[in-house]
């Protein structure tokens, strides 16, 4: 793969240039042995009636499967008529499957009899594993150990089996084989595996592959997604989950494939209960529902509520294009239906369109007078195909919508076949989805089949219609989300040195045995990261705290100071709009009351006798609960509390929330959550999934705060938490936000127990920057570079840099004359730009012309990870009047460090034989090369 690659072009062979290209070829996937088996082996083969040994060997039989399979059985020379082996090293070839269904206690002694024999796949079918408890824990451990022993890929344990209809294999214990068809289905459940394949012979819904995952020991989602991303058989993929396992790896797998390829989710344990039963079910820990709700939005995963939706969406994701917008014109026969559907569509949270004033006076000529004159646009019961034809073709030419909906009731005006036939042309709208329902049974059956087949996806009810374009918006918007280019956080001078500090008093806090930071240490950490906070002095006495006072000025605020207390006004421990000298003396008194009075004895404890003497006397409490009070200037609230924190999630680790703040946090519940790191653009989507948003842009002609700024802040919170890892949770609460200005007004940091190992701590589910491969470099004539991975706010600089290619660099780097239009295209830079560094890392030569003081891109140098080997593929292109200074080869050096550090075994690149320049390049950089005459090309090797 590499930066052209935003889908299969067989026009595009992607490279390697600085004058170098790679041509792509799909590499033998380590599952294709698990999907495409020529021989399979299956054992535990019984003839014994109702067993599961007996019924896989019967499906693989009567599947047709033109492999060979193998029963093993070591009592018996045949199985139901098929000459049997007693054990796998007795077949007489190489086995590429292994289907295994004896007990567990079995499974690991003969996992390693497959490794022994150079299995490179298995089935594990028998149930008795970690759902059992410690026992079962323990043989998973054993086969596991086994299986990467010699990197056997397992699939389950406890699970259904698999089934590739279009190869005819089916093994599984269902009673019966799914259709071929384009929808790859996972499953974590068998039972509902049976179910499904039931209900998709009623409703003819075909698939190219049927995936039981069981427990997830080896395969999980992320191999199973990228596997059927790859998949030319497979245009959709829907999946029912109940735990998400490797978290990194599924959203690493789903944001790359689900930009070509629709991925359909819907997820059990949304309640506590069946969370709880869904973890007896698989052992493992279902995670929270809102947290995975940002997770499938971030990786651009569709989650859908039912069964019937989720094939609904893959149907009507592969069959039309996906809206631009929200809104949805609606054309029916009939009132009830209109209104239905938009009761759904409101209530989902999509829009009924307007009808543009053109549109309005053609429907007008066109419809008779009782038209509804509105959206729905009601044309009447007695609509004639005609009819409907012309006012769906004027709604569709409509700017004001982005998608049709066409309802049918069978009056006996009607003619359900009749309008099917009229709609067929106009199931390929431009950049539109047409949708249709036509409501009825029998009359309208011959209609529905005349419009599937053209395309158009058809409902029995509209309101199901609604909620599908609801569902394709959603998809659509969030897919455009992700791949919107970010404005640049722009960075202070100092910035690193200030964050180094943050590092260094998280050290010392640790050290000192503390998990708690006080609220003047959490104020240091978020300045450190260029967050506001209001100015902060510590007062060790009273006499000190009424001095600070009269330097800030009054009115002022006294709160608590402890190193263990987190809710510092649950203990009386904030006193406001303290006015004069006095007030703040009383507000000391009342601040160290609250606390005597609220915790026990033991946790206050005073050092001398004298400290317990009237605080006017400047006695001190040296203790944790009590280290005195910090003085701030009372600040007025005009404008919004909000509230920005992170806690961890034991599955996708930071997770942050933004929403509305204050003292009543818990009770408006108003927030949104989502994974870091933050860019500009998920900063500001997360915040528009708050209601308090709408307030935040200026309502009631109250002015709009800086939206742009309060982004930004958001950005660097999430650096925060990405960047010190053992902050547990954070809070800022207040963060106030108002037209002149933001200011943190409280802060609280917590950090991971002591105990914790370092290895231990959760880690980002998306990963973050890789800072680490930032370096500065001087060309040859001592001008300096910055060589670091790409970000996606570098795509205006990289059409500046295609700009200023030549006709000949292009060619090396891409085998073909790849024209300008599409190289700048925003849908292709958003594929180079936006990187998932798990799987791919773009490096840039980025220079500051000293002329105009613009960053400029000299270069760009791409490792991408081979999927299913451990092999990565390169690429460099250096811009033109940029070559011969010394770029591609820093940044070929860097790239083979990184794949050093990646742990990749090789580095692999195919180079054109009359690009010499990079021949010569990679040979002096340590590269092997290997020339193929047929292919024409040069291989260029690294060994790591």
Not at 134 to 139: S, W, Y
Not at 222 to 250: C, H, K, N, W
Not at 622 to 636: D, E, H, I, N
Request: some cysteine; overall charge neutral; glycine content about 8%.
């Amino acid at each position: 793969m590499d930066e052209t690659r935003t889908e299969p072009v067989p026009a595009l062979k992607p490279g390697v240039s600085q004058r170098a290209s790679v041509i792509w070829r799909k590499p033998s996937h380590p599952l294709d042995s698990m999907f495409e088996p020529a021989t399979v082996a299956l054992v535990g083969a019984t003839e014994s009636e109702g067993s599961v040994g007996r019924t896989v060997l019967q499906n693989l039989e009567k599947a047709s499967f033109t492999g060979s399979v193998y029963p093993i059985n070591p009592k018996r020379d045949t199985v139901l008529g098929v000459k049997a082996y007693p054990n796998i090293g007795a077949v007489p070839e190489p086995v590429d499957l292994a289907v295994i269904v004896t007990p567990a206690p079995t499974v690991p002694a003969l996992i390693k009899e497959c490794a022994q024999a150079r299995v490179p796949s298995a089935i594990i079918i028998s149930a008795g594993f970690k759902e059992t408890g410690p026992a079962g824990a323990e043989l998973e451990r054993q086969v596991l150990e086994e299986a990467r022993r010699s990197r056997m890929r397992v699939l389950g344990p406890n699970c259904l089996g698999l089934m590739c209809p279009h190869s005819a294999l089916n093994a599984t214990f269902a009673s019966g084989m799914a259709r071929p068809g384009s929808v790859g289905f996972i499953s974590q459940s068998g039972a509902l595996c049976t179910a499904i394949l039931d209900w998709s012979f009623r409703e003819n819904v075909g698939f190219s592959a049927f995936v039981s995952l069981g427990s997830m020991l080896d395969v999980g989602w992320g191999d199973l997604i990228y596997y059927l991303g790859d998949d030319p058989q497979t245009r959709s993929i829907v999946i029912y989950m109940e735990t998400i396992g490797d978290a990194r790896a599924f959203l690493s797998a789903a944001r790359e494939v689900a930009l070509t390829k629709p991925i359909i989710v819907i997820k059990a344990g949304q309640t506590e209960a069946a969370a709880k039963a869904a973890a007896s079910h698989t052992g493992s820990l279902t995670g929270s529902n809102e947290v995975l709700q940002a997770a499938f939005r971030r990786a651009g995963v569709l989650r859908v509520e039912t069964i019937a939706e989720l094939f609904d969406m893959a149907e009507v994701l592969a069959k039309q294009p996906r809206p631009k917008g929200p809104r949805l014109a609606i054309v029916t026969n009939a009132g009830g239906p209109g209104v239905l559907a938009t009761d759904m569509l409101i209530t989902s949270g999509a829009q009924l369109a307007d009808i543009s004033g053109d549109t309005f006076k053609s429907l007008n000529d066109l419809l008779p007078a009782a038209w509804s004159h509105n959206n729905p646009i009601d044309i009447l019961g007695d609509a004639g195909p005609g009819r409907y034809a012309r006012a769906v073709e004027l709604a569709a030419k409509d700017p004001a919508n982005d998608g049709l909906l066409v309802i049918l009731t069978p009056q006996a005006m009607t003619d359900p076949t009749g309008t099917a036939a009229e709609l067929k042309p106009m199931a390929e709208l431009d950049h539109k989805p047409i949708l249709a329902s036509w409501m009825g049974a029998k009359e309208v059956e011959v209609g529905e089949e005349i419009l599937n087949r053209a395309g158009i996806p058809t409902f029995k009810y509209p309101d199901r219609a609604a909620r599908a374009f609801y569902y394709m918006w959603r998809y659509s918007d969030n897919l455009r989300a992700l791949y919107e280019t970010p404005a640049v956080v722009a960075e202070s001078r100092g910035a690193a040195a200030r964050r180094q500090r943050a590092s260094d008093l998280i050290s010392r806090v640790r050290k000192s045995g503390r998990s708690l930071l006080t609220e003047f240490e959490s104020k240091q950490v978020l300045a450190a990261y260029d967050i506001p906070t209001v100015e902060t002095r510590i007062a060790k006495t009273v006499e000190e705290a009424v001095a600070i006072a009269d330097q800030i000025g009054y009115p002022v605020v006294l709160k608590l100071h402890s190193e263990i207390i987190t809710h510092k006004t649950d203990v009386g421990g904030v006193q406001l709009n303290l006015r004069d000298a006095t007030a703040v003396r009383r507000a000391w008194c009342q601040i160290e009351q609250g606390l005597a009075n609220s915790a026990p004895s033991s946790t206050i404890h005073h050092p001398t006798s004298s400290s317990t003497q009237h605080a006017t006397r400047n006695t001190q409490h040296a203790t944790p609960a009590f280290l005195g009070v910090t003085v701030q200037p009372m600040v007025s609230l005009e404008g919004y509390e909000l509230i920005l924190g992170s806690s961890q999630d034991p599955q996708f680790g930071p997770v942050l929330l933004f929403g509305t703040g204050g003292q009543l946090v818990e009770v408006f519940k108003d927030r949104a959550l989502g994974l870091p790191p933050l860019n500009a653009t998920l900063a500001r989507r997360m915040m528009e999934r708050t209601q308090i948003y709408q307030a935040l842009r200026g309502v009631r002609g109250r002015q709009s705060i800086d939206l742009a700024a309060l982004e930004q802040l958001l950005v660097r919170f999430s650096q925060l938490v990405i960047e010190q890892p053992w902050i547990a949770e954070a809070d800022i609460n207040p963060l106030l936000a108002s037209p002149d200005r933001l200011l943190a007004l409280d802060a609280r940091i917590v950090l991971h127990c002591a105990d914790v190992n370092e290895e231990a701590l959760s880690r980002p589910a998306i990963r973050p920057y890789p800072t680490q491969y930032v370096k500065s470099w001087k060309t040859r004539d001592g001008r300096p570079i910055t060589l670091r991975p790409i970000r996606p706010e570098d795509e205006p600089l990289m059409v500046h840099f295609h700009l200023n290619l030549s006709e000949q660099s292009v060619y090396y780097r891409f085998f073909s004359a790849l024209k300008l239009p599409e190289r700048i295209a925003h849908e292709r830079l958003t594929r180079i730009c936006f990187n998932d560094y798990d799987r791919e890392i773009a490096l840039v030569a980025d220079y500051v012309n000293p002329r105009s003081g613009q960053h400029e891109i000299l270069g760009v140098g791409r490792l991408t990870k081979v999927r299913g080997t451990n092999d990565g593929e390169f690429a460099l292109l250096v811009s033109d009047s940029w070559q011969h200074h010394g770029i591609g080869t820093e940044l070929l050096k860097l790239l083979v460090q990184i794949g050093r550090t990646e742990k990749l075994e090789r580095l692999v690149g195919c180079i054109l034989p009359e690009n010499r320049a990079m021949q010569h390049l990679c040979k002096k950089a340590g590269f092997q090369l290997h020339h193929y005459v047929e292919a024409g090309e040069w291989e260029a090797v690294c060994r790591l």
